[in-house]
């Protein structure tokens, strides 16, 4: 199961991805927003985020305009580690070497046909562990400092 969320920058490709997701055939929650009004981009990636930290989810996805606000947002809830995504080789890495839980989008900079291929490259990759899981590990303890 996937859980996404968007501002209404995202709304448009949230929909997108939405369909493609069941085309193949994941289950997907839809954290909102429902439409194209006005919303604040931290209140979806919490609303989104906590979802996500309950268990029952292989990943999240999180789109606003630029994707760059709803991913900082997402990146201060400890436990969550959001990659924006902009290529299919960054999707690749942000799995292969940061065992990415999140990601992110900007709906209104990523078309699209790459918007589904990059989350196609993301989900076709397995996070390689080893030293990789070491550096994991240090961005947790980073988020611990905060406390």
Do not use: W
């Amino acid at each position: 199961m996937i859980v996404i969320g968007c501002d209404h920058g995202g709304f448009e490709l949230k929909q997108t991805l939405v369909a493609y997701l069941k085309s193949a055939g994941k289950e997907v929650l839809d954290c909102g927003t429902y439409g194209t009004g006005s919303v604040d981009y931290p209140d979806i990636a919490e609303k989104t985020c906590k979802e996500y930290l309950t268990g029952k989810y292989e990943f999240g996805i999180l789109i606003c305009g630029t994707g760059i606000g709803i991913s900082m947002a997402a990146n201060k809830i400890n436990g969550i580690r959001c990659a924006l995504l902009g290529t299919e080789y960054a999707a690749q890495m942000a799995k292969r070497h940061n065992n990415a839980n999140m990601i992110a989008f900007g709906g209104r900079v990523t078309g699209s046909e790459l918007a589904i291929s990059i989350l196609k490259a993301y989900m076709n990759e397995t996070f390689e562990g080893g030293r990789h899981q070491t550096r994991v590990d240090k961005i947790h303890a980073l988020e611990k400092q905060g406390d």
